[in-house]
């Protein structure tokens, strides 16, 4: 069943399209992602992404942050092969959303590509100003492609994600805190992969500090993938070593150059495999399994 079928009342997107703006599958907006949501008359709106790339320049006023009208909250779904791609110029350093308040925020099949190097140079993904924000990713990947440090891919509220790749790349210091600063977190066969080559220095009084999920993250983690690789790292761990927070089941962490070994066997309740799942070609970005990976058929 197509989108358009299963969504009749959805409001169509697409930042390529010129013309009247209707909002229709034949006429979708261009102006924002921001404006469609904002043109529904439904309590629970829905917005879908026409296929292709789409440059969002300041991709957090682009989106929109708090929808207190819409109680059922917004959905947006990728129609095929769709990419969310910020500018190089986003609020306060933020790609995707900033400060969102009293909304649940569902993303479906969309790759976010964070490109921002705004406020300092530091780049951001999504911010929860607090507990009224919920994010939900399914069938996701984010990805930060630049040479800016990364301060945090997810900021407040609670995330949930099933299905999705998030890649972090960076030359500086704090490239990879994906969870950070008293989120919720629940996470479900994803793959979070890191390469990190510091230049040193200090954010926040933290030199040359490498988190995969901060210590006030309270998070459930199942089936999921954590590889991290990096050097240079002085203090860097899959928690930093606040596990009592974190409820693994089943996950596998594997860390090339040793910075993950603050993980044990004993922090996963299920089987975990503490080895290389062998990605296909992880440099590319081909997170899939090779055949021999110990990874398959691995989780509950």
């Known amino acids: 069943m197509s989108l358009q079928t299963q969504y009749p009342n959805a409001i169509w997107f697409d930042s390529a399209h010129t013309g009247t703006e209707s909002g229709t599958f034949l006429e979708p907006y261009s102006s924002s992602i921001n404006t469609a949501v904002n043109a529904s008359t439904e309590t629970a709106p829905v917005v879908i992404i026409k296929a292709g790339t789409h440059t969002l320049e300041n991709g957090a006023a682009h989106l929109g942050n708090t929808y207190t ?19 190089a110029s ?10 969102a308040t009293n909304v649940t925020y569902t993303f479906k099949n969309i790759k976010f590509l964070n490109n921002s190097t705004g406020a300092g140079g530091v780049s951001r993904g999504f911010m929860g100003k607090d507990s009224t924000f919920n994010l939900v990713l399914e069938n996701c990947s984010y990805r930060v ?3 800016s440090p990364q301060r945090g891919t997810f900021f407040g509220g609670t995330v949930t994600a099933k299905n999705c790749d998030f890649d972090s790349y960076s030359l500086f210091v704090h490239a990879s805190t994906y969870l950070l600063d ?4 629940n996470l479900e066969n994803c793959t979070l992969y890191n390469v990190k080559n510091s230049f040193g220095g200090t ?6 500090q490498t988190w995969i999920l901060d210590p006030t993250v309270n998070a459930t983690i199942k089936n999921t993938i954590f590889y991290a690789a990096g050097s240079t790292n002085t203090t860097s761990g899959l928690a930093n070593s606040a596990f009592s927070l974190i409820a693994f089941e ?8 040793s910075f993950l070994d603050d993980f044990t066997a004993s922090e996963d309740s299920g089987t975990p495999v503490l080895a290389d799942p062998q990605f296909v070609d992880s440099a590319n970005g081909d997170r899939r399994l090779r055949p021999s990976s110990p990874c398959i058929n691995a989780g509950a």
């Open 69 to 87: 009208s819409y109680a059922g909250g917004v959905t947006v779904i990728g129609d095929g092969d769709v990419t969310l791609e910020s500018g």
């Open 90 to 99: 986003a609020l306060d350093g933020y790609a995707f959303l900033y400060s």
């Open 145 to 147: 492609n630049s040479t």
């Open 182 to 185: 008293a989120s919720t977190v």
């Open 203 to 208: 954010i926040s009084g933290m030199a040359d």
């Open 250 to 257: 089943n996950c596998c962490v594997y860390s090339p150059d």
